[in-house]
């Protein structure tokens, strides 16, 4: 039989594997990266999940495998799922091959991984972080890799992985081939193309334009640390059949799921640490509207296939304004009307601007409800149903239980009374928090210009570190808005530091000041604070503030969302292989 794959000419018990996995006909990705693969080019592949991108990379790869070799082939993915995965895929597409494939990744025994590298892998799958660690420690030899892979680029860059894929790549052979595929194209990506590739050929599979039109799109002006009881004073009043809620972390989704549930709103979490069971289970949970909401970060909602979401929340705004255009497709569809939630700090609004000129479309500011809005809306809701039963005549059970009452001698207003409270008693698992005063700010792009995602936090902060300035990776801390020059003139006078950086006993709003205990003395370099705390606490490298190195020790700028979760992993910290702790300054 041939196949569409018969065009590439690969090897027959590759083709036969494809035949084995059903595939017919490759996808446009497919036909547009492996002939390109197979000639030795290097290939830029903006693509997403569900092109069947992993195919256009592995085939030509498996093809090309040499018997029983070093490791010659070696895929960068973002998390653990995804490396999983496409090491799945490597197995099943090779198994005629023989090939031998190994996922490595961060949370695994290191015994077991080191002892199937010492047996022979053909090919490597596995996390940034724990491949340099391997690559280190001398376990994993990669001087004989001839193909690289860079999958999910954006999604690596933004996880704060920039320095160990780069050290990674200066590990390997001058000479190799480079593959990259990223579903955007931000400038760290096309930098890292540019400096690590040879003349590249582009290929790129249009995404799909979600019906924008179907998604009324709205967003709420909340300061960041109301934005949980801004999100539970929502689910009060919406008509939430079933709701996808993105924040930025693995961490996040977790803490913020327990809270909504704390507070009467049941929610679950999709991120990359469940097994595929259990992301299974959780799925079908969701699916089956057994729990409303699902708390989820980007890469975890990947290929999530589910047609009935009502109601789709930014509780983060994403980095890219296409991962804002994504999310919000996952609603709207099948014909049905969808509604897309932002919850937007002061800070955040010229990022809003920015995704509303992407999609050519205005995102209507709404006010959040009062608690007196959200009262009444409660008791409407008591009249709904107790008129339905009132209607239905159906309660006999309880009008005896009522005549009881009356025989007792009470009257029947009081009963009715008490019984109306005894219903709304689970009301009080939903305590409306009070909302602080939201500053009106300018809603301008920084003057600094670029996007965070344009702007490379690390290099910038090498730059500004270079010249003894405060470096500071969180671009929005460059917003010279009057309120920020306010803010930056508050500052006390700070003694000199023998790097000349001034430490400053004050931090900005929002932002708690933690101190890691290294510093000038162990050659520590902004960019490796930023990437050290961004990997290990799994916070975006681009919401560190404020860095201060002194001699000793280093002070670091956090949002204060984040401060719990980066705190405790005090003590996992590394720098240079240094142990750091991390406390409150
Ligand atoms: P990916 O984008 O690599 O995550 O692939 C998405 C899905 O498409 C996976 O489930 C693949 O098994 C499937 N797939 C990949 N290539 C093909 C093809 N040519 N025909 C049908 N399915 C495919």
Known sequence: ?????????????????IEECGYSIPTPIQTGIIPLMLKGDDVLGQAQTGTGKTAAFALPILHNLQPRGKVQALVLAPTRELAMQVADSFFTYGKHLGARVLAIYGGASYNRQISQLNRGVDVVVGT?????????????????????????????????????IETILKETPAERQTALFSATLPKEVRKLAERYMN??????????????????????????????AALTRLFEIEPVHSALVFARTRVGTGELANELTRRGFPAETLNGDLSQELRE??????????????????????????????????????????????????????GKNGIAISLITPQEQYRLRRIES????????????????IQHFRDNQLLEKVTVWLRRGRAQHERDITDELMKAGFEPLDIAAAALKVARAEEKQRPIDSLGVVPEMSAERPRSGKRPAERGGISRGRAEH?????????SEKFARGPEKRKRIENFPAGRQTQTGLSTRTSHEAGMVRLSLGLGHKHGVRPNEVVSSIAYYAEIPGSAIGKILIDEQTTLVDIPEEFARQALAKSGDYRIHKLPATLKLA
Do not use: C
């Open 358 to 373: 992407y999609i050519r479309q205005k995102i209507t500011r709404a006010n959040l409800p009062t608690v007196e809005e």
């Open 466 to 474: 270079a010249r003894g300035g405060n470096y500071n990776s969180n």
């Open 199 to 228: 003349a590249p050929q582009s290929v790129t599979i249009q995404r799909e334009q979600p019906a924008v039109a179907a998604i009324e799109q709205r967003y709420y002006l909340v300061n960041a640390s109301d934005k949980l």
């Open 1 to 17: 039989m041939t196949t569409g794959f018969s065009q590439f000419d690969l090897h027959p018990q590759l083709v036969q594997a």
């Open 281 to 334: 289970r959780v799925l079908n949970r969701f699916r089956q509207n057994q729990v409303k909401v699902l708390v989820a970060t980007d890469v975890a909602a990947r290929g999530l296939d589910i047609e009935d979401i009502s109601h789709v929340v930014n509780f983060d705004l994403p980095e890219d304004d296409e991962i804002y255009l994504h999310r919000i497709g996952r609603t709207g569809r099948a």
């Open 128 to 164: 940034p972080g724990r491949l340099l660690d391997l690559i280190q420690r001398k376990s994993l030899d990669i001087s004989h890799v001839r193909t690289v892979v860079l999958d999910e680029a954006d999604e690596m860059l933004s996880m704060g992985f920039i320095e160990d």
